[in-house]
């Protein structure tokens, strides 16, 4: 199975950045803004969703009144989801009598790489997933 997309405009034509690594950027495995921000969104709807309140005899006592399903429903009213595009195009390859013939992959990357003119020098990314032929 094949996802043929169309890469925008912005993506197509941006020069790859490149970064030094020094010892500000070194920490590579530390979570990304966009992580931060996403986990400080669920612990924001889960205190919500609680309600934690102290009593006047300093106990404590929260929200029980939601499940599983409300959960879900606040976190995702947090966040925008969906397609940020068109829909690719999906085609279906059928497997030939020894589909996992490293010179069977090969001539089917060949002709796609002709299919769609890509130069020596272009990726062609190819991701198989040893289940489908199970």
Do not use: W
Not at 17 to 32: G, H, Q
Not at 66 to 90: N, Q, R
């Amino acid at each position: 199975m094949v996802f043929q997309s169309k890469i925008p405009n912005n993506l197509a034509s941006r020069q790859e950045k490149v970064i030094i690594l020094d010892e500000e950027t070194a920490n590579i495995f530390s979570m990304n803004s966009t992580t931060k921000e996403a986990l400080n969104r669920f612990q924001n709807v889960l205190e919500r969703l609680l309600d934690i309140q102290r009593t006047n005899e300093e106990n404590i006592e929260y929200n029980r009144n939601f499940d599983a399903e409300t959960i879900k429903k606040e976190i995702l009213a947090e966040f925008e989801y969906g397609c940020k595009g068109p829909s690719p195009h999906v085609v279906i390859l059928e497997p030939t009598d020894s589909p996992n013939s490293d010179q069977v992959i090969l001539e089917a990357a060949n002709m796609y790489r002709a299919d769609f003119n890509l130069q020596e020098n272009r990726y062609l990314d190819i991701v198989a997933n040893e289940a489908i032929f199970r």
